[in-house]
């Protein structure tokens, strides 16, 4: 079963965003671009910004160490300072690299790939070295078992949909001219979800299902609002 759980990671992390790059290129053309800027807009916000000011300059502060032991706080920290930081960047790359490629399909292919590098980077990397492991006969120095690697593979592929919707989202703004309301709507909505990952266990004491199930319906709903939003402006054009 464990072979199954890290396979199927592999598929989530790999295959299913860059599948769905294929499939998005097969409806429009420049959806490449749209989706490696996508995967820039994490890295350099994330990996280059925000996670060394985390790990390498906050903890300098008492504040953030006091800030450590309250679990809202902390998980409400988390949480908007990843909207803000993934979201601006999100509403930067598609307002000022994006001019032409703005459809439906450019959307589905940013979200794939800021999504998608974030999947490949976080898990993807690691399930690939376990299943080397695994299969070179050291699975039982593995510190997971099956179960932990569907619920991974699971959760990366809510958080690809939530990227996916809030990348939509922001689109909608920037097409409707309506950008900041569409920006803080996305903004609050990955507060909310990277903040439950803290509070619910910290302040509720939910299990790592009860995170996952939470996870997956703000990831859905998400996912469901920016295709509504976008596919009106697209009917509103036609």
């Given at each position: 079963?464990?072979?199954?759980?890290?396979?199927?990671?592999?598929?989530?992390?790999?295959?299913?965003?860059?599948?769905?790059?294929?499939?998005?290129?097969?409806?429009?053309?420049?959806v490449?671009?749209?989706?490696?800027?996508?995967?820039?807009?994490?890295?350099?916000?994330?990996?280059?910004v925000?996670?060394?000011?985390?790990?390498?300059?906050?903890?300098?502060?008492?504040?953030?160490?006091?800030m450590?032991?309250?679990p809202?706080?902390?998980?409400?920290?988390?949480?908007?300072?990843?909207?803000?930081?993934?979201?601006?960047?999100?509403?930067?790359?598609?307002?000022?690299?994006?001019?032409?490629?703005?459809?439906?399909?450019?959307?589905?292919?940013?979200?794939?790939?800021?999504?998608?590098?974030?999947?490949?980077?976080?898990?993807?990397?690691?399930?690939?070295?376990?299943?080397?492991?695994?299969?070179?006969?050291?699975?039982?120095?593995?510190?997971?078992?099956p179960?932990?690697?569907?619920?991974?593979?699971?959760?990366?592929?809510?958080?690809?949909?939530?990227?996916?919707?809030?990348?939509?989202?922001?689109?909608?703004?920037?097409?409707?001219?309506?950008?900041?309301?569409y920006?803080?709507?996305?903004?609050?909505l990955?507060?909310?979800?990277?903040?439950?990952?803290?509070?619910?266990?910290g302040?509720?004491?939910?299990?790592?299902?009860?995170?996952?199930?939470?996870?997956?319906?703000?990831?859905?709903?998400?996912?469901?609002?920016g295709?509504?939003?976008?596919?009106?402006?697209?009917?509103?054009?036609?």
């Amino acid at each position: 079963m464990l072979i199954t759980g890290l396979i199927y990671c592999v598929i989530v992390c790999f295959v299913v965003p860059l599948g769905g790059l294929v499939l998005c290129a097969r409806r429009k053309k420049g959806v490449g671009k749209a989706f490696f800027v996508g995967a820039a807009a994490f890295v350099v916000s994330q990996i280059c910004v925000r996670i060394p000011i985390l790990q390498l300059v906050l903890p300098q502060y008492a504040w953030f160490a006091i800030m450590q032991l309250n679990p809202w706080k902390y998980g409400l920290f988390l949480g908007l300072s990843a909207g803000i930081f993934e979201e601006v960047a999100r509403w930067v790359c598609i307002r000022f690299l994006m001019k032409e490629q703005r459809t439906l399909a450019h959307g589905l292919a940013f979200g794939m790939g800021h999504g998608g590098i974030e999947a490949m980077i976080f898990v993807g990397i690691n399930v690939v070295v376990c299943l080397g492991m695994l299969l070179g006969g050291q699975g039982a120095l593995l510190p997971l078992g099956p179960w932990d690697a569907f619920l991974a593979g699971g959760e990366r592929l809510y958080a690809i949909g939530f990227h996916v919707g809030a990348t939509l989202l922001v689109l909608k703004g920037i097409r409707a001219g309506k950008a900041l309301r569409y920006l803080i709507s996305a903004i609050i909505l990955h507060g909310l979800l990277d903040a439950a990952i803290v509070i619910l266990p910290g302040v509720y004491g939910v299990g790592q299902m009860g995170v996952w199930l939470y996870g997956a319906l703000a990831g859905v709903l998400t996912l469901a609002a920016g295709l509504i939003c976008i596919r009106k402006t697209e009917c509103q054009k036609k």
